[in-house]
């Protein structure tokens, strides 16, 4: 199991302690792996974007506009968090559905 996030976000760490035996990958220092940003924007759609950040709030309309894995790859902090990659099973976020799926 790993989680995709970031090393300063309560909502991943909140993860990581529930989740200690799964790997950490922070976005920010270590990117996504090839492939993985396409296969969760296929599995989530738009939702995979953070539209509550303040990166997001940040951006231009323009910006706002674009294609979202190249605002993903542009701006880490954009991507919804965590992403959790257990095999062939994904999880977007820590909400009480993938808390009760994981834990």
């Known amino acids: 199991m790993i989680i995709y996030g970031l090393k300063t976000c309560d909502t991943c760490r909140k993860a990581r302690k529930a989740l200690p035996e799964a ?25 995979i974007l953070n539209t509550r950040s303040t990166t997001w709030r940040g951006l231009s309309e323009d910006e706002r506009a674009g ?18 990659v257990d095999g062939d099973e994904m999880h977007l976020g820590w909400d009480k559905t993938v808390q009760a799926a994981l834990t």
């Open 23 to 47: 790997d950490f990958v922070d976005i920010r220092e270590a990117g996504l792996p090839e492939g993985l940003p396409e296969r969760a924007q296929k599995r989530f759609g738009d939702k």
């Open 67 to 84: 294609d979202p894995l190249t605002l993903i790859a542009a701006h880490p902090a954009l991507m919804k968090r965590p992403l959790i």
